[in-house]
């Protein structure tokens, strides 16, 4: 057991969830460190070890049996699933640090990274026993829904999103999701794990959802194989959020050009998640059929109007898409 959990005490120091920085540090005498933090939802949360510098001390994150204190799971600092109570962080000094040489200093943060929502149980199907309730019920219960799309027939058979087509749940997710994408950005330290995570789960949820919860983008181009869109993240900044939707044929080989058609040279200081680029070019590699990948590009430069072109394979042919019109930099910012 790492402690025993009826004994811990005012001496240890009990970390909450949140951006706040911790410091410390190890030397000869004192090679570990361990910390505790507890976790208050019901269902638990997610949590991982944000190494803030290049210190080479190793993280080791513990959840902890809340009787015995025994270790029941542990990973490297990355993210996992941590259930109610309090648990274990343990730093040791690293393999490739001179035993007995100086002092070693470290600084980590445990990001809040939202609470565990557990997959609902499934349902026993029973409905073998009132067969014929069920079929009246359901005739009956469909007869509105026929009503609702007979009303809303111009949109269905338009392609134009429906308000019903996103749950509540869903939206308020999305929405959480670009003002941790916002704020993480404008942060002056930049948490790049972050922002990752935020971009991989945009990138999981419906390709419909995210456009209707970031608005009407600045540029879209869509066609058979692609449909691009570029939204500005925040007023202000030249950072812009692309959405790539791929359909039913990968792209191989695919990389994406941001150039200026007019005005001064525009060139590219940073990419989430990270990606090679080489001045207004990145490397995109295999889009698989059917993903949706979401970049974040910190740009330079003055130009007054943006170029987008993706090329790449496609089923073994190369293709470029090119949107018809370039996106009018000046007014943006």
């Not at 525009?266 to 001045?279: A, K, M």
């Not at 889009?287 to 170029?307: H, K, N, Q, W």
Request: proline content about 4%.
């Amino acid at each position: 057991a790492v402690w025993e959990l009826e004994g811990l005490d005012s001496r240890w120091q009990v970390l909450s969830l949140g951006a706040a920085t911790i410091e410390g540090s190890l030397d000869a005498f004192d090679t570990t460190d361990v910390f505790a933090f507890s976790v208050i939802e019901e269902n638990g949360s997610y949590v991982r070890v944000q190494r803030i510098g290049d210190s080479s001390v190793i993280f080791t994150l513990m959840t902890l049996d809340q009787e015995t204190g025994e270790v029941v799971n542990s990973t490297d600092g990355s993210m996992m699933i941590v259930q109610p109570g309090v648990h274990a962080l343990r730093i040791d000094w690293g393999q490739d640090m001179i035993q007995g040489e100086g002092t070693e200093e470290y600084e980590f943060s445990l990001p809040y990274n939202g609470p565990y929502e557990p997959i609902e149980d499934e349902f026993v199907d029973l409905s073998d026993r009132a067969r014929g309730f069920y079929m009246f019920a359901g005739f009956m219960l469909l007869t509105p829904l026929m009503v609702v799309l007979w009303w809303n027939r111009a949109a269905i058979f338009s392609g134009a999103p429906l308000a019903s087509d996103i749950e509540e749940h869903e939206r308020r997710r999305l929405r959480r999701l670009r003002e941790r994408l916002s704020v993480a950005l404008s942060a002056e330290s930049i948490d790049e794990g972050e922002i990752e995570y935020s971009l991989k789960q945009l990138g999981d949820s419906p390709w419909r959802a995210v456009a209707q919860d970031w608005g009407e983008p600045l540029l879209r181009h869509m066609t058979e194989q692609v449909e691009i869109c570029v939204w500005k993240i925040s007023e202000g900044d030249a950072v812009l959020l692309i959405g790539i939707r791929v359909s039913e044929v990968p792209w191989e080989m695919a990389a994406m050009r941001i150039h200026a058609p007019e005005g001064a040279r525009v060139g590219i200081s940073s990419i989430s998640p990270r990606r090679l680029f080489q001045e207004d070019e990145i490397f995109l590699d295999t889009l698989s059929a059917g993903s949706r990948v979401f970049l974040s590009l910190a740009l330079e430069g003055s130009p007054t109007s943006l170029g987008f072109q993706l090329s790449g394979l496609v089923a073994g042919e190369p293709l470029a898409a090119t949107p018809n019109r370039a996106l009018d930099w000046g007014e943006s910012e």
